[in-house]
């Protein structure tokens, strides 16, 4: 078989990478191993069908049990003799993944992109050697090939994984509610997955290596998010060092260290959230010359192209944030590339978002990194405390900040805490896109009521002329 385009993965990175390249004229060809109990290919990736999705849903679940029992009173709601069901819980997560990973075989019909089932090896001259879950090989031939086998999560010594000691691929499918949950990590995943399962009842402790909290957003974002999880039952252990775990088939013992001394804890179940490493084992065969870095990753240029011609990888596999958007559009700028277009990505301006409650995000520079920089900066800070909307639907924790080169007035970066966290950074990044300056976010009209407004103040008060909040001195 001879494709213009073959493309190994089938996560958001490349069945996006196939489906434009499809659109763009070419003939394509996508990979995945993956498939479900009837044999059916499962495309996706971890984002569909381990990762994002499947937490998201289990996000907005648990956070509604938790508004149930928390906080509908306060409404004037009287709600009697609440109970969880968690199996059916699970259920509506497990149907949300299956109705969207089902759905890319749709898109792939609709734009003509050929499904092959496999584990996939790139050879030499970008010929693809495809072995199906039978055993079966079949060799591809490809003008040009994307990698985009995604990632796996980082198992550590200390911990392995066990019956009682997952990953969050194994957190995501618990069938009871523990009662005392350890978590190994205090980043994006470790705090979703703490928070789903501490709003269904659990005691959860999050043990964190580093002093610093949450150390890539802006410090004073994390300071307060660290707060609003304490109130929330999240037990945050900075600078403890885990050194060993041990499963013995009823609890899980976990050893850690800190400035202290020495410690330990004991769980019924232990999740592991250290990270992820990009999935390359077998990906690449020696004659294939593709170089890889020590951590796993493939290296590529600035347009994700590789050191063979024709051969790209996009996604986890490469630098970058692991992000489900950031593959995404890795992919469309490597599709259209290949048919001959100028696509760039921005790199400076990728969202970041943990799905918490309330959610955390950020595009640009924060404060830190802009001083750190040299760069001379002002800002403005907008609390949802002072927002109309916020109040009325008691989500008023949190606040917007800006950051703004102090000279130009442009945006350097949006970062928020609170409701619609994501979506308001979002607009920002569309501002930023544009090379908004804070003055240009001040002179929009913004509906009201509505909690963007707290972007509009924000940008407001980098200049010193919010309305809604009394004004710094200057």
């Known amino acids: 078989m001879n494709f213009d ?9 490349g069945y996006v990478a196939a489906i434009k390249s499809a ?3 070419k003939s394509v060809a996508c990979i995945e191993k993956n498939i479900d109990k009837t044999g059916k290919q499962k495309y996706g990736g971890t984002c569909l069908n381990v990762g994002c999705i499947p937490s998201k849903a289990l996000l907005d679940s648990s956070q509604r049990y938790y508004d149930t029992v928390k ?28 109705k969207l990973t089902s759905g890319i075989l749709g898109l792939f019909k609709v734009n003509n992109v050929t499904p092959i089932e496999g584990t996939a090896t790139l050879l030499a001259n970008k010929a693809v050697l495809v072995k199906d879950s039978s055993g079966k090989e079949t060799k591809i031939q490809a003008e040009n090939v994307i990698l985009a086998s995604g990632s796996q999560p980082i198992e550590i010594p200390i911990a392995p994984w066990s019956e009682n000691i997952t990953d969050s691929t194994g957190a995501l499918e618990f069938l009871t509610v523990p009662k ?27 043990l964190e290596a580093l002093d610093d909290f949450l150390s890539m957003a802006d410090r004073q974002i994390a300071k307060d998010v660290n707060k609003e999880f304490a109130k929330q039952g999240l037990d ?30 004991e769980f019924d179940k232990l999740i592991v ?34 050191s063979q011609a024709g051969v790209y990888a996009v996604g986890d596999l490469v630098r970058g944030p692991m992000l489900a958007h950031k593959g995404s559009e890795e992919g469309i700028v490597v599709a259209e590339r290949i048919a001959g277009k100028k696509a760039q990505l921005n790199y400076e301006l990728i969202p970041s978002v943990i799905y918490t409650h309330p959610e955390v995000a950020w595009v640009g520079k924060n404060e830190q990194d802009a001083t750190s920089a040299g760069l001379e900066i002002k800002t403005g800070v907008f609390p949802f405390a002072a927002s109309g909307r ?9 606040f917007v900040k800006i950051v703004a080169d102090k000279k130009t007035d442009t945006i350097l970066g949006v970062h928020a805490f609170g409701p619609a966290a994501a979506e308001i950074v979002q607009q920002g990044a569309i501002a930023m896109e544009f090379g908004s300056s804070a003055e240009d976010l001040g002179l929009t009209v913004f ?28």
């Open 180 to 206: 005392k949950l350890g978590v190994i990590g205090a980043g994006v995943i470790g705090l979703e997955l703490g928070s789903v399962w501490a709003r269904l009842g659990s005691q959860v402790t999050v």
């Open 23 to 25: 659109q763009l004229g």
């Open 273 to 306: 959230a250290v990270g992820r490493r990009p999935y390359s084992e077998s990906l690449l065969s020696p004659d294939a010359g593709i170089e890889i870095d020590e951590k796993g990753f493939v290296i590529v240029n600035e347009v994700c192209e590789t």
């Open 236 to 265: 945050i252990r900075l600078g403890s060092k885990v050194t060993s775990a041990k499963d013995n088939g009823k609890k899980v013992i976990v050893n850690y260290s800190t400035s202290n001394g020495e410690d330990s804890l």
């Open 390 to 398: 916020a109040l009325a639907s008691d989500e008023s924790v949190g």
């Open 5 to 13: 385009v073959v493309v190994i993965g089938g996560g958001p990175a």
């Open 71 to 98: 906080h509908l009173s306060g409404h004037g709601i009287d709600v009697k003799s609440v109970s969880l069901d968690l199996a059916k819980m699970m259920d509506r997560k497990d149907g949300v993944v299956t």
């Open 447 to 474: 509906s009201h009521p509505t909690v963007s407004e707290a972007l509009h103040e924000a940008a407001l008060a980098v200049n010193n002329e919010a309305i809604h909040i009394p004004n710094r001195k200057k």
